[in-house]
Every structure is written in C-alpha cells, then in structure tokens.
C-alpha cells in the first residue's frame, strides 16, 4: 500500500479458519530488521492472524517521504497504517526492541485504539546513559561517519558483512550450531535491507534517544514483557524496574537468550503470549 506518499510492504499471516475469536496481532519489528525477524514468532502462533509490516526505511518498505524518521512519526505510521486495514480496538500491538519504543509510545499517545501490549527484548532504559552509554556513543559515531563519507563508502561501510557478523555473534548466546548459522544466515541476508543510509542515521538515532520508561505510566491497557536473561541491550535488571512502573503489566523471563528471543526462543515466547491473550480476552 501506499500512505502520505510511501510504499508500504506488508505480510498477513492467518489461520485456515478464521473466527470471532481470531486474535489480531500487529507486529513491529527492530531497528534494522524487517517482517523475517519475527516470523519464528509467527510460525508458533498457527490459530492467531499475525500482520507484518517493514517499517518505513527497512526491507522492502520505501523511507518516509514527509518527515524525519523518529519515534513520533513512526507512531504516525502506526496510526495510518491502522486505519488503512480497519484494525480495530480488539488488536493486539506487538513491538521487538526498538519496536517495543515505537509501540509504547504509540499507545501511550493513541489509548484505546488496542487491546494489548506485547513488548519482546523491550528498550526499558536509556541507551545514552549508564553502562552502555559508551558502546551507544561509538555505535552514533559510525552511523555518523557513514552518512558522512562518500555515498559509495558509506554505504559500503553500513553493509560490511565483517561488522554484521560480529554484532550477530556478539547478539547470539545459543550454543547450537545450527541455530547459530541460520541466526548469522538470517543477519546476513536482512539486517542491510534499508532503504539509505540518511534514513538509518535518523531511525539509530530515534532508537537510542526513546525508551519505553518514558510513557510507562500511561500505559493503562494490560502489557506484557518478554525478556531474555542474558540480553546486554535490554539488560534485566531494567526490566524489572519498568515492570514496576507499569499499571498492569507482567514480566516473563526465558533463560540463556539475551536479545534474539524472536530468532533463538521462539517457542516459549509463543506460549507466554498465548497465556497472556488468553487471560485478557478482548
């Protein structure tokens, strides 16, 4: 589709019988992923209708033509790409990590317009404070670097496999082979489909100066966080301290993942959400 001007791409997954009952679940991936990332997720949740789009800027979706990329005009496309699609208030709003920022403010500024809250590996602290402030302040330096140099360069630099490889084995904490090639397979083939690289500054940008501490206390409607043990961006110790700052929400935790639940924990990140809607049934 097309809104304000920018070429949508989106995915629908749903269940061979749809019903009254059919949850519909909108999904927001992360800051350089696109639709791919989450469809592990998907796969484990045969009975619920999933719909997927690429954010603005990332795979195959166009960057916005009307704004800068930040987090209130992503909120924007939210909003738009709800009412293209008649998704009512009975939706259910998923964010993954820089995801978890666009979704929480977009419900905090839109209340009522969905039923549930879903926040997986979710950014509950300040990037540019405390201990990864450092390793935040390097990564805005080549993002910079890289919109300034020669376009042929920079994005030569942005697209390096040497530098996707070692933040996917930085990221990966399984110890199965296999699973650790498809999540290196998965890095390779989707992490550089953006659209260029002015847009990735300004999305970086927008995801390390957003978190979602900052509209916790609005968000009314029942949430429910996801968190992996041993993730080193979205630490655990700052999920629980935006648990306490939530209405209603619920934290669960899966053991030996750190920030690619989608990728690596599939299956019990599938059953909490299940649990989750079914105790809060719209």
Known sequence: MVLNGTKVAYWSYEPVKV?????????????????????RVADQLPEMRL???DLPGFGSSAAFTDAR?????????VADFMAALGLGPDTVLLGHSFGSIVASHYVAGHPGTVAELILINPIAAPALEGPKALMTKLAVLYYETAARLPR???????????????????MAKTREKH??????????????????????LEAFKASVGSNVAEVAASLTLPVLL?????DEIAALPDQHTLLARLPDGRLDVIAGVGHLIHYETPEPAAAF??????????
């Open 226 to 230: 996801i968190a992996g043990e041993k």
């Open 152 to 170: 042929r360069l920079g994005q030569g630099l942005l697209r390096s496999q040497l530098i996707v490889r070692v933040m996917s084995e930085t």
């Open 51 to 53: 719909i997927m789009p």
């Open 69 to 77: 990329h930040s987090v209130e005009r992503y909120c924007g496309f």
């Open 179 to 200: 699973l650790r090639r498809f999540v290196h397979a998965q890095h390779s083939a989707y992490f550089s489909a953006f659209a260029d690289r002015e847009s990735l």
């Open 19 to 39: 019903t009254p009952q059919t949850r519909t679940i909108l999904v927001v991936h992360g800051f350089r992923g696109d639709h791919h990332g989450l469809l």
């Open 273 to 282: 959400i299940r649990r989750f809607l079914k105790d809060h049934s719209a």
